[in-house]
């Protein structure tokens, strides 16, 4: 008997790869060879490519075309902003590469409204990286709320990032797909130290202006609380914080609080077990999140050694090399366009202290 064949490598290549973003697509292919490699990058300054070439052993080329005609890839991931992103989503789908774009798609409603009517409802292939819905501790909480442990669910409280990437928390949390709300909003302003930028960590104890942003989706039988500070994701001093409240109990962070119909409470604690700790000796990696008895996620990338980020990157990976195989869609430019939109409103209810409601888009009902 012959031996299976092993599944090939998911082969994609990056747009942008000399690109804050486009890196951690290549560190997620140098420590999952057997499951991700990167075709080719297209990076049109010609010293940053020999040095992205320098680094990390991958092909660049100057321009798109070069990279099609010369690579096989499954996809091909837009690791661009603004406008630019836009022009290779429509080259790539009149090339008919699927595409994996980062957030946002668009940057304004008339841009969103022509990605719908020009690719969507023309069938292109694109689906956007939004991670959060992917980080370990995202995918227990949704777990156990598809569980119907906690019942119904009526309220979250998301501080975790900014805009568009909070409001796709609140959505996913509750249930909600392209429903009208009503936001309001305001903005506190104090001061704290400056921590951890993008560019690294403090080199200097500064005081500097916070702007504290919090809004209220209203969805008339469910409520979504939005509050971030920026650069809170990164700051020594600020937590982030997810709370889920249903019918039978509640999500605090990684409490998880139950009254069973037997009316006996449950107090349980959503676990993250590390190998590599202690005297275990399997290598250091996250194994999963544990609650109870009951394990809510498994680390499908296990035992690559990965931060959390690069898991959540790496399942949008892995999901789109479904997605072109006749998958489901995990995060559409319809998802997409609907929470750069509500984001952009709930900047509005926050800069003008008015309530404002978000309608229906033509994009409704296009998952």
Known sequence: ME?????????????????????????????????????????????????????????????????????SSDFIVVSVSGSEGMDYMFKL???????????????DLEGLELLHDQLTAAGARIQVAEQYQFHPIQEARLALIHSGRLGR??????????????????????????????????????????????????????????????????????????????DQHRSWIRSNHLSVRGERGEIFDTRVLIQQET????????????????????????????????????????????????IAIARCLQRMAEYIQGGPAFYSLAEASQDHYLGKMLEKAILTGETVTATRQRWAGEM
């Not at 990058?41 to 991958?58: F, I, S, Y």
């Not at 975790?160 to 506190?188: A, C, D, N, Q």
């Not at 690559?304 to 980020?309: P, V």
Request: a neutral charge; glycine letters at 8%; one cysteine or more.
């Open 3 to 71: 031996p299976e064949n092993p599944v090939r490598p998911v082969r994609f290549g990056i747009i942008g790869g000399a690109g804050f973003r486009a890196q951690y697509y290549l560190r997620i292919a140098r420590a999952m060879p057997d499951r991700f490699q990167v075709s080719g990058m297209v990076v049109r300054n010609e010293a940053k490519a020999r040095a992205m070439e320098a680094q990390w052993g991958a092909t660049t080329y100057r321009s798109l075309e070069q990279l099609l005609k010369n690579e």
């Open 93 to 107: 789908a009149e090339a008919g590469m699927p595409a994996l774009a980062e957030t946002p798609p668009a940057s």
């Open 153 to 230: 669910i009526t309220e979250t409280t998301v501080s975790i990032s900014h805009l568009y990437h909070g409001v796709s928390l609140i959505r996913k949390m509750l249930g909600i797909t392209f429903e009208e709300v009503k936001i309001k909003g305001m903005r506190f302003e104090s001061q704290w130290v400056q921590g951890p930028t993008r560019q690294g960590p403090p080199t200097e104890d500064k005081v500097i202006p916070s702007q504290r942003d919090l809004a209220w989706l209203d969805f008339g039988d469910r409520l979504g609380i939005y509050d971030f500070t920026r």
């Open 263 to 310: 009316t006996v409470p449950l107090q349980l604690e959503l676990k993250r077990v590390n190998k590599g700790e202690l005297e275990n000796q399997e290598g250091y990696f996250l194994q999963g999140i544990i609650c109870g008895e009951q394990w809510l996620y498994d680390n499908p990338f296990a035992p690559a050694r990965l931060y959390d980020d690069e």
